[in-house]
């Protein structure tokens, strides 16, 4: 049976419309081409360009629009030169994310033998682990609410239960899917840094209480610091990591290096109920109009969204063609002849996203 989905798009800012239009093509045609789902797009407005024509950054409409559809795709949104009054970034991104509750940041972190990267990866080895940022609270809670004076400045780190409990809970969930399908061992990592706050105590205590739920997968603990060495000097070593939200933040960039640049990395956002889907990188203003944006990154994004909706209303169609987006990335990476610029090829995105187009239905 045919399952229909809806899908919000935001194109944002910047490259955010040129990496979303060929991925949105994508998806229109895997849907075209399977009897097991159909997907609808609606573009939603909003973004700093939005915001410089209206005032208004993310239109109650448009939240509401997308609160209703079955998945969120965006692009990019904000721009250097546009900000609010106060002179803080526009970023709705951040909205959504409170708005949906969606503390999973999701950031798998992917590296074939052979593939570009800053690492001499051992023939035999290949990184295959996922990063989840909790995306709330932790030390970004703190936003607007720091305290300056002429002598000091204080920022608070806030953990709670709640979020704590459902985010050890996504890991866990995630760990075993990545077991069933035999992508990884079963086992996460909380990161932390318990010895030095009491913050990072609780929240590691919080994920061995939820650990004893998942008798069947490992559970262990490292230091930030030491998790940073160790994602430079045995990166294959890791299945899923779990950490607090400036943490992630950090390793998050710090695997997108190791990836080869932010033009491979992809993200998801993912709430008890809705997600959204986003390349981890920003709306690269310098580049933008141009046509040399690396498309790779959001197409490795939706392909994220098929995973999440397929798992979510079991349909086997979706999880086959999230796999299928993704090998067909990863096969026009390694062959190296349609690359874009931050790659070190001279593909435009077109040519980029048209070479893996042929590579999908060619598989
Ligand atoms: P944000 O604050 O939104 O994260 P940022 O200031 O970190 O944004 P990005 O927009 O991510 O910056 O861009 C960082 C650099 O990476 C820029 O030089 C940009 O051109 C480059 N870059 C980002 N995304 C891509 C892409 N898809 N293709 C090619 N280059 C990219
Ligand atoms: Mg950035």
């Known amino acids: 049976m045919t399952q229909t989905f809806e899908i919000a798009v935001f194109e944002g800012d910047g490259i955010g419309p040129e990496i979303m239009t060929p991925t949105v093509t994508l998806l229109s045609s895997l849907s075209e081409a399977s009897r097991g789902y159909d997907l609808r797009f609606s573009t939603l407005?909003?973004?700093?360009a939005h915001y410089a024509k209206t005032g208004e950054s993310l239109p109650e409409s448009s939240l509401k629009s997308a609160g209703a559809a079955d998945a969120i795709l965006l692009s990019a949104?904000?721009?250097?030169?546009?900000?609010?009054?106060?002179?803080?970034?526009?970023?709705?991104?951040i909205e959504l994310r409170k708005a949906y509750g969606l503390f999973a940041g999701v950031r798998p972190v992917r590296l074939k033998p052979g593939q570009a990267s800053p690492l001499n990866l051992p023939d035999n080895r290949e990184i295959d682990f996922v990063l989840i940022r909790e995306s709330t609270e932790g030390l970004f809670y703190s936003q607007g609410r720091g305290e300056v004076t002429q002598e000091a400045a204080t920022e608070t780190l806030r953990i709670t239960r709640d979020v704590s409990e459902k985010l050890f809970r996504f890991a866990f969930d995630l760990a075993?899917?990545?077991?069933?399908?035999?992508?990884?061992?079963?086992?996460?990592?909380?990161?932390?840094k318990a010895n030095v706050f009491r913050a990072f105590a609780f929240f590691r205590q919080i994920f061995d209480d939820i650990a004893k739920d998942f008798p069947d997968l490992i559970a262990d603990h490292a230091y930030v610091d030491a998790t940073a060495l160790w994602m430079v000097q045995k990166p294959w070593d890791f299945d899923v990591l779990v950490t607090e939200n400036m943490f992630g933040d950090i390793l998050s960039?710090?695997?997108?290096?190791?990836?080869?640049?932010?033009?491979?990395?992809?993200?998801?956002?993912?709430?008890?109920?809705?997600?959204?889907?986003?390349?981890?990188?920003?709306?690269?203003?310098?580049?933008?109009?141009?046509?040399?944006?690396?498309?790779?990154?959001?197409?490795?994004?939706?392909?994220m969204m098929l995973d999440w909706l397929g798992l979510k209303h079991n349909n086997a169609a979706l999880l086959e063609d999230g796999r299928r987006l993704r090998e067909a990335v990863e096969n026009v990476v390694a062959r190296g002849d349609r690359l874009t610029r931050d790659l070190g090829g001279s593909a435009s995105t077109e040519e980029a996203a048209s070479a893996v187009m042929r590579a999908v239905f060619a598989a």
């Not at 407005?45 to 700093?48: C, R, T």
């Not at 075993?176 to 932390?192: I, L, M, W, Y």
């Not at 956002?269 to 690396?294: E, K, M, T, Y």
């Open 253 to 303: 960039d710090l695997g997108a290096g190791l990836m080869g640049g932010l033009g491979l990395a992809p993200s998801a956002d993912i709430g008890l109920h809705q997600a959204v889907f986003q390349p981890c990188h920003g709306s690269a203003p310098d580049i933008a109009g141009r046509g040399v944006a690396n498309p790779h990154a959001m197409i490795l994004s939706a392909a």
């Open 45 to 48: 407005p909003a973004g700093a």
């Open 176 to 192: 075993q899917g990545r077991k069933s399908t035999g992508r990884g061992p079963g086992r996460v990592t909380c990161v932390d």
């Open 77 to 93: 949104m904000g721009l250097p030169d546009v900000r609010y009054p106060d002179g803080t970034e526009i970023s709705p991104q």
